[in-house]
């Protein structure tokens, strides 16, 4: 089992940028890889982002290209989310989750997908 536990979610005014973080414990070494989904209210839980363990390779909505950035820390097993240029629309909450398919990581398909964290609320307003 892996555990995960995010950080960093918050208020920010449109234009601004908040980063994430996301601490994975327990059977890390058999992570593929990770990523970042988000539920806006109303809606089903999409996507946003993916990067896999070893060779860091990342995988991005088009929403979301060259405003977010997913890093990884492979010595304290944890994932960052910088996102910048932050728009109303971006208001969800965002699920930290990692796989140990590696073929799962560019697909984002949640089912795909066998661990995640608790979520954290990110509010971007107008």
């Known amino acids: 089992q892996v555990q995960l536990v995010e950080s960093g979610g918050g208020l920010v005014q449109a234009g601004g940028s908040l980063r994430l973080s996301c601490a994975a414990s327990?059977?890390?070494?058999?992570?593929?890889?990770m990523g970042w989904f988000r539920q806006a209210p109303g809606k089903e839980r999409e996507f946003v982002t993916s990067?896999?363990?070893?060779?860091?390779?990342?995988y991005y909505v088009d929403s979301v290209k060259g405003r977010f950035t997913i890093s990884k820390d492979n010595a304290k097993d944890t994932v960052y989310l910088q996102m910048n240029s932050l728009k109303p629309e971006d208001t969800a909450v965002y699920y930290c989750?990692?796989?140990?398919?590696?073929?799962?990581?560019?697909?984002?398909?949640?089912?795909?997908?066998?661990?995640w964290g608790q979520g954290t609320q990110v509010t971007v307003s107008s």
């Open positions: 327990g059977r890390t070494f058999s992570m593929a890889g």
């Open positions: 990067i896999t363990w070893n060779a860091g390779r990342t």
């Open positions: 989750t990692a796989s140990s398919v590696i073929t799962a990581i560019p697909r984002g398909r949640r089912g795909e997908w066998a661990y």
